[in-house]
């Protein structure tokens, strides 16, 4: 095994389960070791990221527009980008024809870390509440996702 799950107790890291303790307690006393500390992603908080998303979604109501002649529709796909994207979480680059585009950054658990994820979420709030519902408070927000993720 070469890797385990800590936590931190006061001042001292411990293992969480049985293997992890299984594993350190065959390490030898008075020897170094390498170790890089990594805080894994938390899928509950990841759960509750497209919860408060979905909620957003389903409030936001566009104006009708058309593209050369066809409707345009919401997309949830779309609304997710722009929201990422408002919030300051994006790529840019060049197209082929010199115009600039602009990708959000992937949320996914290979490519983002949990403080980075934890921050993206306290904005993607902030662009939530300027953009989409605009009556809402941060609190009100907070408490609707919490009781939906109740269920």
Do not use: W
Request: glycine share 4%; net charge negative.
């Amino acid at each position: 095994m070469s890797e385990i799950y800590l936590k931190k107790i006061n001042s001292v890291l411990a293992a969480i389960d049985d293997e992890g303790t299984e594993f350190i307690s065959k390490l030898k006393t008075g020897n170094v070791y390498r170790v890089s500390i990594v805080r894994p992603r938390n899928s509950g908080f990841h759960r509750k990221f497209f919860v408060l998303l979905n909620l957003a979604y389903d409030a936001f109501e566009p104006e009708s527009a058309t593209y050369k002649g066809v409707e345009c529709e919401k997309n949830r796909e779309t609304f997710r980008s722009d929201i990422i994207i408002l919030a300051g979480y994006y790529t840019a680059s060049i197209r082929l024809n010199g115009d600039p585009i602009i990708k959000a950054k992937s949320i996914s658990f290979g490519s983002m870390k949990q403080d980075e994820f934890e921050e993206l979420y306290s904005k993607v709030i902030d662009v939530i509440l300027a953009r989409v519902m605009t009556n809402y408070t941060r609190d009100d927000l907070n408490d609707v996702v919490d009781e939906i993720l109740r269920f």
